[in-house]
């Protein structure tokens, strides 16, 4: 649903929307004083999340030039993990030197910065935010699907654990920091499958012929 309205929209402003409701969510988050405010404020959150798988990679494969859209586009494929290690490492820092609720104030600040970063980008990519022109409906093989699949299955498993593994390492005994910086390793060891996808990409037509 995503996917097939925020086209009329455009993928810059829809980049500028959620990056704005992640800096809400986070804010809301920190605020929060009952399940209830905590549970609106996550899904404030989940939306930009949601936007932002969506529209960034459109985004980036407009930008690309053709000689470069597969590192292009496995250079996106790591912000999982990436975006997990940095962030357990630095709220990790953060809330030992303060509080939780202050360690909020990371993802307030980079998601003002980057809604004010992607405004200023207007002028340079102009082609980016508008609207592709509409195409005929094409059919959906099984290969989609199973592409689909295996996303959500992995965003499921591998978010989650390392989501509750500073809470968990917290609970056996370790410190904070380091709670925070073993999960930023844990994180960190999916980027080399993005070096594996980039090289199997490479090859001319395998990925191509596989989707057809």
Not at 19 to 40: F, Q
Not at 97 to 111: F, N, P, T
Not at 156 to 161: A, D, L, N, P, Y
Not at 181 to 201: D, F, Q
Request: net charge positive; glycine share 10%; proline share 6%.
């Amino acid at each position: 649903a995503a996917g097939h309205h925020l086209p009329r929209l455009g993928m810059q402003r829809s980049l500028v929307v959620a990056m704005l409701c992640l800096a809400l969510g986070s804010a809301g988050a920190a605020l929060a004083h009952s399940l209830p405010m905590a549970a609106v404020a996550r899904l404030v959150e989940s939306l930009g999340y949601l936007v932002t798988v969506v529209a960034a990679p459109v985004m980036i494969a407009l930008a690309a030039p053709p000689q470069a859209q597969a590192a292009a586009m496995t250079l996106w494929g790591t912000f999982v993990p990436v975006g997990m290690a940095v962030g357990a490492a630095a709220y990790a820092c953060a809330a030992g030197l303060s509080d939780w609720r202050w360690a909020q104030g990371l993802s307030v600040l980079a998601g003002l910065a980057l809604a004010a970063a992607l405004v200023g980008m207007h002028a340079a990519v102009p082609q980016a935010g508008r609207p592709a022109a509409p195409t005929a409906k094409q059919p959906t093989g099984a290969t989609l699907w199973a592409l689909v699949a295996a996303f959500g299955a992995y965003v499921i498993s591998e978010v989650g654990q390392l989501a509750l593994m500073p809470s968990l390492l917290k609970e056996a005994g370790l410190s904070l920091a380091k709670a925070g910086s073993w999960t930023a390793l844990a994180a960190l060891a999916n980027v080399p499958a993005g070096v594996i996808g980039a090289r199997l990409m490479r090859h001319d037509g395998l990925v191509r012929r596989a989707l057809v």
